[in-house]
């Protein structure tokens, strides 16, 4: 499973919901903790409206922030998962993956981060959009590859 953006959140929530069913992801700028993203993104109000206002004058809204974060979960992921993200990137920052990173690491799953030294929320210039398409496509490809049958 794999995505960037809203597919890296939903990449990390399916990764983390239903554990048995993925051999990899591939999670790009993915938003992982709903209260990281009040606090530090530029479209903080966007999430706010979503949940109804703030995560800290409510402790029910801040319950709701914290279930319906994809880093909820991260403790039951077992994919090898490749994390990518922006370092400058306003709308989903780093924080983002380096939450999903660790929880990953601390948990004995295989992962891999890479931090592209670029402002914006995916990178734009041939260069670097080659790059994540190249390592997205290795990743999945080492991890789907079937092992190998011998013949009969």
């Known amino acids: ?19 048995d069913r993925w051999r990899a992801g591939v999670a790009g700028a993915a938003v992982t903790d709903h209260i990281d993203q009040y606090v530090l993104s530029g479209i903080h109000t966007f ?10 004058t409510d402790p029910k809204r801040l319950q709701a922030y ?20 922006n370092t400058g990137d306003q709308i989903v920052p780093i924080s983002e993956s380096y939450i999903l990173y660790h929880a990953l690491r601390d948990n004995g799953v295989k992962t891999k981060f890479i931090a592209y030294p670029l402002s914006g ?32």
């Open 1 to 19: 499973v794999s995505g960037w953006s809203y597919g890296g959140y939903m990449t990390t929530w399916l990764l983390g919901n239903y554990p």
């Open 47 to 56: 999430v706010a409206t979503y949940y109804g206002g703030s995560p800290f």
């Open 66 to 85: 914290r279930e319906q974060a994809p880093i909820t979960y991260a403790s039951r992921i077992k994919a090898p998962t490749l994390v990518l993200s």
């Open 121 to 152: 929320h995916a990178p734009s210039d041939p260069v670097h959009q080659r790059d994540v398409n190249r390592r997205w496509a290795e990743w999945i490809r080492e991890h789907l590859e079937a092992p190998h049958q011998p013949s009969r």
